[in-house]
C-alpha cells in the first residue's frame, strides 16, 4: 500500500539555519510527490512538486528513487517560514487522490 | 479568483446528533474532494467526485457518512449519527480536473463531538 511518512513532529531551528524536513514514501512506481504548507490561520497550500524541480520561496526538494525520499530544503531558514508542512504522494489509481504524511511543524526562532 | 468556501467553520454536537458541511469549489472546477483531518495526522481522503459523480469513496464510513455532489458543483458531506472519533477538521478541496497537480483547499470545518 502507498504509504508517506514524515518521521519529525516538529522541527526548531534558528532563523539563518539550513532546513530539511523529512519524507520518506512506499511506492513501488513512478511517483508523483508534492509538498503543502500551512501557515497559521491561513489555507492548505501547494508549496511545491517534484515534476516542476522549482525552487519556491528557496524551498527545494529532490525525489530520490533510491532512498525512497523526497525531503524539503532550505539553506537559510526564516521567521516566516514557521508553518506546518505536509508531504504528499499522489495515488496511482488516476483518480487524482493525494496521501498525506502526518505533518512536520518547522519553528524557526529569532 | 475566489476560492473554496466551506460552511460552517466550526461545529459543536454531541454524539449520536446529526450534522453536515457544505463545500462550495472554485468557479469551473470539476473535481471536488472531501478530506478528513484528525488532530495529529495528515488529511485522509474520504471521497472524491469528478462532476456529479463519485470517483473514490473507498474510505468513506458508508454506515454514517454520506456526501453528494447533485448539480456537479457545491457538495454536501453529512455525518448521521456521529461519534466521539468523528472530532475533526473536515476540509474541502477542488482542481481542474483529476490530472491536475494542484489541490486548492477551503478553510475546513472543525467539528467536535462530545
Known amino acids: 500500500a502507498q504509504r508517506v511518512t514524515q518521521p519529525e513532529k516538529l522541527l526548531s531551528v534558528f532563523k539563518g539555519a539550513p532546513v530539511e524536513l523529512k519524507c520518506n514514501y512506499s511506492?513501488?512506481?513512478?511517483?508523483?510527490l508534492f509538498w503543502y504548507v500551512q501557515y497559521s490561520r491561513q489555507r492548505l497550500q501547494l508549496l511545491l512538486r517534484h515534476i516542476s524541480r522549482e525552487s519556491i520561496k528557496g524551498f527545494t526538494a529532490d525525489l530520490n528513487k533510491g532512498e525512497t525520499s523526497f525531503h524539503l530544503k532550505k539553506p537559510f531558514a526564516q521567521e516566516e517560514d514557521s508553518a506546518m508542512y505536509y508531504c504528499?504522494?499522489?495515488?496511482?489509481?488516476?483518480?487524482?487522490?493525494?496521501?498525506f504524511g502526518q505533518g512536520t511543524t518547522l519553528q524557526v526562532k529569532p | 479568483e475566489a476560492g473554496v468556501a466551506q460552511s460552517p467553520r466550526y461545529k459543536i454536537i454531541e454524539k449520536r446528533q446529526s450534522v453536515a458541511f457544505w463545500c462550495n469549489p472554485i468557479?469551473?472546477?470539476?473535481?471536488l474532494y472531501w478530506y478528513q483531518q484528525i488532530l495529529g495526522q495528515g488529511p485522509k481522503l474520504l471521497i472524491q467526485f469528478q462532476n456529479n459523480g463519485v470517483v473514490d469513496d473507498s474510505q468513506l464510513p458508508k454506515d454514517r457518512f454520506s456526501a453528494e455532489r447533485l448539480k456537479g458543483v457545491d457538495s454536501t458531506l453529512k455525518i448521521q449519527p456521529a461519534k466521539l472519533e468523528d472530532s475533526a477538521v473536515y476540509l474541502c478541496a477542488s482542481s481542474f480536473t483529476t490530472d491536475d497537480n494542484e489541490q486548492f483547499f477551503g478553510p475546513g470545518t472543525r467539528l467536535t463531538v462530545l
Open positions: 504528499a504522494l499522489k495515488s496511482p489509481s488516476n483518480t487524482g487522490k493525494l496521501i
Open positions: 511506492y513501488s512506481g513512478s511517483p508523483e
Open positions: 468557479s469551473g472546477h470539476a473535481t
